[in-house]
DNA sequence: GCCTAGGTCCCGTCC
DNA sequence: GGACGGGGCCTAGGC
């Protein structure tokens, strides 16, 4: 990857930390950093930096591992899997350690634009203005964040060794059915979970009293008519793998399903059982 | 909404804006305020504030209809359609005005927690620390932070008019198609979109060159199992509208499809065509 | 409010 | 790398 010469990024890969720093004193924005005495300096704050003071600080904050945000009046250029524009406006802007980018209006859950995990973040000066790029390879796609105001740069180090812990999950549901097959049907025997058939991956494979071949599929919440879609496909492959006069009986677990649902499951010669993934 | 006494929005609310501020300057932490001398105070910044000056300064926020931001060491608790749990480590908090939360570790575009728009937002102190509440109903969901350490705190006030221009969507392929039939097939005539059927709307509703009726499915990009059964479902429920002899052919519009969507699409006496949504 | 389907879906998993 | 399906999916559009 070719950066022309002006792009802070190759500068701060060849500035060592202490000269960092002394850039990061000269800046003219106001600025706050604090250092805790066991992991050294975990955040650093500028406000109204200059262009300069901006891009170095960004750029040294992705050196760093920081996660970087830069809050500002800004446009937004994203070409990839689709392409979009954003006229200027006050955002606020992410780049992680780990390549992914995000861009936030004061709206909404979603980001309005952003990268995936795995781009190159890169920050320099065009024009006097703060220009954030962040590109990935397939698919090759590319972001840029062109800022006409940055009110507001920070980097946060930090630590996060633990993993999230969630409960009420499909496998959840799954555990639960495997725990006590009869909640699904007196004398319900699980076989398999994953078992593969041309059609995909069944979650649940059994059978029933009788000795009849049972597919199960679950969903964690009410359904419509794309999971009775899904099991349809699994008892056609089945069917056609097992010999003619085989029948395979499928079974829909989930809390609801909406009347689509329902109808679709009659036409098929499908079954539904209200189950819900446990509470804890 | 009811809230016990020290909850500091209940406070805030019955403040005016100049003690609010007096409330800023008295705080122990590092602060920083960046004005516009048209908006007044875009970005208020606190590092390193007291639980108390933390409080304040969120609810200001909140209050002010700010974008506010908390960086600290953090317990996460989730509870609602799922229940989850995350230890402590060090996350970056978003409060959106509209009511969003989202909770961002250093890795991943999503965020590790959230909650969606039209959530209250709670801040109180408790046993000194920190703790933002974010609550909605239907579904009741409850998301709880609490604070170790609050390393940062910021509030952003700004403005943002415009809206995102996206091409490559599922609504520009279709478009394409109405504007030159053809590159369908030749003689194809649209005669409705998003026409209704017992299964659903139709993408595109038409006749071939022989009259025969023609049910046309669209995606902008690659398309697997789902996208084929979706287009099974639209024309058996169209034939089943019919009379008894009518047959109608279902066309599957995608940039391209998997080998087993494929398959499907044979089995089922369904159609292909290539083609992407345009470049702009 | 529910239902239905799109999304630059993201994400994990398994091939 | 592609494929397949889950997700606390979110979000928009109808009804």
Same mark, same amino acid.
């Given at each position: 990857?070719?950066?022309?010469?002006?792009?802070?990024?190759?500068?701060?890969?060849? #500035?060592?930390?202490?000269?960092?720093?002394?850039?990061?004193?000269?800046?003219?924005?106001?600025?706050?950093?604090?250092?805790?005495?066991?992991?050294?300096?975990?955040?650093?704050?500028?406000?109204?930096?200059?262009?300069?003071?901006?891009?170095?600080?960004?750029?040294?904050?992705?050196? *760093?591992?920081?996660?970087?945000?830069?809050?500002?009046?800004?446009?937004?250029?994203?070409?990839?899997?689709?392409?979009?524009?954003?006229?200027?406006?006050?955002?606020?802007?992410?780049?992680?350690?780990?390549?992914?980018?995000?861009?936030?209006?004061?709206?909404?859950?979603?980001?309005?634009?952003?990268?995936?995990?795995?781009?190159?973040?890169?920050?320099?000066?065009?024009?006097?203005?703060?220009?954030?790029?962040?590109?990935?390879?397939?698919?090759?796609?590319?972001?840029?964040?062109?800022?006409?105001?940055?009110?507001?740069?920070?980097?946060?180090?930090?630590?996060?060794?633990?993993?999230?812990?969630?409960?009420?999950?499909?496998?959840?549901?799954?555990?639960?059915?495997?725990?006590?097959?009869?909640?699904?049907?007196?004398?319900?025997?699980?076989?398999?979970?994953?078992?593969?058939?041309?059609?995909?991956?069944? #979650?649940?494979?059994?059978? #029933?009293?009788?000795?009849?071949?049972?597919?199960?599929?679950?969903?964690?919440? *009410?359904?419509?008519?794309?999971?009775?879609?899904?099991? *349809?496909?699994?008892?056609?492959?089945?069917?056609?793998?097992?010999?003619? #006069?085989?029948?395979?009986?499928?079974?829909?677990?989930?809390?609801?399903?909406?009347? *689509?649902?329902?109808?679709?499951?009659?036409?098929?010669?499908?079954?539904?059982?209200?189950?819900?993934?446990?509470?804890?």
């Amino acid at each position: 990857m070719t950066s022309p010469p002006h792009r802070s990024s190759e500068l701060a890969n060849a #500035d060592g930390t202490v000269r960092c720093r002394a850039l990061f004193i000269r800046s003219a924005g106001r600025v706050g950093s604090v250092s805790d005495p066991e992991f050294g300096h975990r955040t650093e704050t500028l406000q109204q930096p200059s262009p300069e003071a901006a891009r170095d600080a960004i750029a040294r904050g992705i050196d *760093r591992g920081a996660i970087v945000t830069v809050y500002g009046r800004c446009t937004v250029d994203y070409d990839g899997r689709a392409t979009s524009y954003l006229e200027a406006g006050d955002r606020h802007v992410m780049l992680k350690p780990d390549g992914a980018a995000l861009v936030h209006t004061a709206e909404g859950q979603q980001p309005v634009n952003w990268q995936p995990p795995g781009c190159d973040h890169d920050v320099f000066c065009e024009d006097g203005h703060i220009v954030i790029e962040s590109l990935r390879t397939s698919p090759d796609e590319q972001l840029r964040v062109r800022f006409q105001n940055v009110l507001q740069v920070s980097a946060f180090a930090g630590s996060d060794e633990t993993e999230l812990a969630l409960v009420g999950t499909e496998a959840d549901l799954r555990r639960r059915i495997l725990e006590e097959p009869d909640l699904l049907e007196t004398g319900f025997m699980p076989l398999a979970t994953e078992r593969e058939t041309p059609a995909g991956a069944v #979650d649940i494979y059994g059978e #029933d009293s009788t000795g009849r071949a049972v597919v199960v599929e679950l969903k964690r919440r *009410r359904v419509g008519p794309d999971a009775v879609s899904q099991l *349809r496909r699994y008892v056609d492959a089945l069917e056609r793998d097992m010999h003619a #006069d085989a029948t395979v009986r499928g079974i829909l677990v989930a809390p609801s399903v909406t009347d *689509r649902a329902n109808r679709l499951l009659s036409d098929h010669g499908l079954e539904f059982i209200s189950l819900e993934p446990p509470d804890e």
